[in-house]
């Protein structure tokens, strides 16, 4: 787990305050311990150097972009909806030291501004749901990527969602309906009217794709049960000791069900692999682009200067 100052963790304390943001107590090392042990450790390329680009769609306050900047030598672009909050996520990535270590971009999990096959490995945690059942957030995910994407998404056909009322068959229902329902139990504040999708959706909408993580995102379930002890760092954050009896028992069982795993578990979390290409490989294409380059500067070095020819944009 990472060390920092005292100084550093208020400053970023006060950015999240300044906000109103739910996350401003969090344990910050611990929180970026959970984003560097749950997905930067479950990355399939072994050999990841700053030739390769990592992208967080959905980036939020950008823990899992900071985590991807800090625990490995890869170029990290972060894509994130809500402009102040972008802008707060760089701050924080600043006072982390990260300056110019993210490519923190305004943009959706449906245009997302990254080019075609531009990222190796793509995250999109707990994001799908809020996209309102618009599959073009699936096609712009096949899009970008090129060799990985990792979802994380709350399963449909899971009876209770925690990221959601919590009640039993909820969000079955008709939005006017899961109203009704969730006031009835004083949780009306925890219905958002998000769209949950199904394992067969993540099959359809991904077909360049094939599911490599045998459970969940992990390779296996013992890596997941490697996890705990684990700070949590949703809502007010906590600690998670170990997994109960129950819970160690139910997800064995169902780790051992093959292909039908994934029906069976509350997320649809999955780390997928693509299997079409339609698209030179990373290498190639950069070696392209470095003779382009090449190119594209003796063009410039043949013509006469028009202006300042130093690049002043800095990633935000």
Known sequence: MITLTEDTKSAIRN????????????????TLDYFKRRFVDQIPIRDLSSQHVLTDVGA??????????????????AVEYDA?????????????GLEGRIDWR??????????????????????????????????????????????????GFFPVIAHDTRLPGCHWLPIPLRDVYARAFGRARMQHGN???????ITRHLGEFRRRSRFLHFAAVEDYFKLYPFYSPYGKGRWRRSPSSAERLYMTAVSRLGAATPYLLPSLSGTFERVAQHAAPAASRRDQADRDQGQDQSQRRA???LGDPHDERAAE
């Open 15 to 30: 950015i999240l305050k300044s906000r109103n943001s739910r996350y401003a107590d969090l344990d910050i090392p611990a």
């Open 195 to 201: 769209r949950f999708w199904k394992p067969g959706d």
């Open 84 to 96: 102040d909050r972008l802008r707060s996520a760089s701050e924080i990535g600043r006072l982390l």
């Open 60 to 77: 939020g306050y950008g823990w899992l972009a900071t985590s991807l900047a800090l625990f490995t030598p890869a170029r990290v672009i």
């Open 303 to 305: 013509e006469p200067a």
């Open 106 to 155: 305004v943009g959706s999990a449906q245009d997302t501004s990254v080019g075609d096959q531009e990222s190796d490995v793509t995250f999109c945690v707990e994001v799908l749901e809020h996209v309102g059942g618009d599959t073009a957030a699936f096609a712009e995910l096949s899009r970008i990527t090129r060799q990985n994407l990792v979802i994380t998404t709350p399963n």
